[in-house]
């Protein structure tokens, strides 16, 4: 998989919130991958409750803003964001895992209440 | 842990490189950790491997500056930071996972060719 296919999935990923759009999270992720959001919650495990995951947080209006470069390595991408919505901003970074038909595998958001700003 | 132990760590981590102080690795690095960097690389396993791995990093005479918020979410804490050399900046984020004691039992850069700027 090419560093550039993997920084366009993440542009994707943000394009999703920006457009409300669930296809292009079932598109992105692989059948049988795995969320973690954050860190040291419960996983969503497989395509579907991944999915519902998602419907909710793209329905929250949540939009998602880049805040540095996206770091490629290995299989995986790592990047800084913005979680806005309304006033207040999270501010979260993202590690995802790619699998060989260049799906997202594995998926980890690293964020705590210290991180919201409003 | 408290989430301010973590950012401690995360602290006293950019200042080992300042200070080119490997006591300071020493103390953080949990006996069993184990250092991937980059992601996708050969792992440093074992405290010995991960000194000689920073004695080498500290000499280089890299300053590390974090160019955003430390994210702590469960065991975990990931940040995005610059490494400056020269007039050269390397863009990576770090995860660090900790241990009950404390320590980092692991930790993962993730960085590649396109995040250096000269």
Known sequence: MEVSDKI??????????????????KDLFAADARVE???????HEGIEAICAFYE?????????????????????AAFPFQVLMGDSTIDIIDVFYFNDDGKIIDMKAYWGPENFKS
Chains 1, 2 share one sequence.
Do not use: M, W
């Open 37 to 43: 959001d954050p860190v040291g919650t419960d996983l």
């Open 8 to 25: 366009n999935a993440v542009h994707r990923y943000v394009e999703a919130f920006a457009t409300q759009d669930i296809n292009i999270i």
């Open 56 to 76: 909710n947080a793209l329905s929250s209006g949540a939009k998602l803003k880049l805040t540095g470069d996206v770091r490629c390595a290995g299989t995986a």
